[in-house]
């Protein structure tokens, strides 16, 4: 069976990760025109 890896046993599954990549949005009230922000990995975002 050369080749196939996860012979007899299937891979075991990844876990996910436990935190997201925060990306934001915003507009300029001026020109309208919108911005991108990327965040590193953050459990809560919040808005002030």
């Known amino acids: ?3 196939y890896g996860g012979m007899p046993r299937a ?3 990844t876990k996910h990760k ?3 990549k925060a990306t934001f949005v915003y507009t300029c009230d ?3 025109k919108a911005h991108v922000k990327a965040f590193s990995r953050i459990k809560k ?3 002030v």
């Open 1 to 3: 069976m050369a080749g």
């Open 11 to 13: 891979k075991a599954a």
């Open 18 to 20: 436990q935190t997201t």
């Open 30 to 32: 001026i020109c309208n």
């Open 45 to 47: 975002a919040n808005l």
